[in-house]
């Protein structure tokens, strides 16, 4: 979109309406996805209908149609409930932060996770959207981490509070629980965190980080003798079929 070619070099100049827009934008398109999931929910027990066959049931032909169709698809209100929060959160994020990559990303977890599962994964129908939430999620810490950008490393300890008990949903420690879509998923979002590692994030240059340091410019610096006085300043501080696993 047009909106995500911005990057303002100046940003105390920035345009406060297009980054209001591009704010909003990073909030609609997450929540189309939500209300999508919770219309299939809705339609499937309003009228008894059982959308479980478009899962991912792996290394069948029928269960390929589950690799664009099963994040929509829950057991029930509590899986769809437990879903909705961090994809919309995590999906938000994406979009706000990463701009014009974020599409690519989004849509590169939710297929490559997809596929693995149907490779990879046990005999069973895999359902629900938690291999994508893995996928956001993984993605958010390493590029974090890798980026050592200040925005992005506080988003990764987001994750990690809210979202650090989900490492264990990559062991197979439940039967009905997914975990080869959250393991695939985790995989394809560390993945694509290492591949868009150089990809460049503008952000807000403080004030602070523009000061020489006293002590590289200080001319007296090479006749002050080792041991003196310490002195203080007041300058500004820095501030199987018939088995479904969700």
Not at 27 to 39: D, E, K
Not at 129 to 139: D, H, K, M, N, R
Not at 189 to 217: I, S
Not at 223 to 240: A, I
Request: glycine share 6%.
């Amino acid at each position: 979109m047009p909106i995500f070619r911005y990057y303002p070099d100046n940003q105390e100049k920035q345009d406060k309406i297009l980054e209001k827009k591009i704010f909003i934008h990073s909030l609609i398109f997450p929540l189309a996805f939500v209300i999508l999931f919770w219309m299939v929910e809705m339609i499937e027990q309003v009228f008894g209908l059982n959308f479980v066959p478009f899962g991912i049931f792996p290394l069948q032909i029928k269960g390929l149609k589950g690799i664009l169709f099963s994040p929509f698809i829950h057991s029930d209100y509590n899986h769809l409930m437990a879903n909705s929060l961090p994809f919309f959160i995590l999906l938000a994020a994406l979009v706000y932060y990463y701009r014009k990559i974020s599409y690519r990303i989004f849509f590169l977890i939710y297929i490559i996770s997809g596929v693995c599962v149907w490779l990879g994964g046990r005999p069973a129908w895999h359902i629900g959207a938690s291999g994508v939430i893995y996928g956001l999620a993984a993605f958010h810490l390493v590029s974090g981490i890798l980026r050592n950008d200040v925005r992005l490393l506080t988003l990764s300890v987001i994750v990690v509070f809210l979202y650090g008990s989900m490492f264990w949903g990559i062991f197979p420690l439940k039967p009905d629980i997914s975990w080869e879509a959250h393991l695939w998923g985790a995989l394809s979002g560390v993945l694509l965190a290492v591949y868009y590692r150089k990809y460049t994030l503008q952000r807000k240059k403080f004030d602070w980080e523009d000061e020489p340091d006293e002590e590289d410019n200080n001319p007296d610096d090479e006749n002050r003798p080792y041991f003196s006085e310490p002195t203080f300043s007041s300058g500004p501080e820095t501030d199987r079929e018939d088995q479904t696993i969700q």
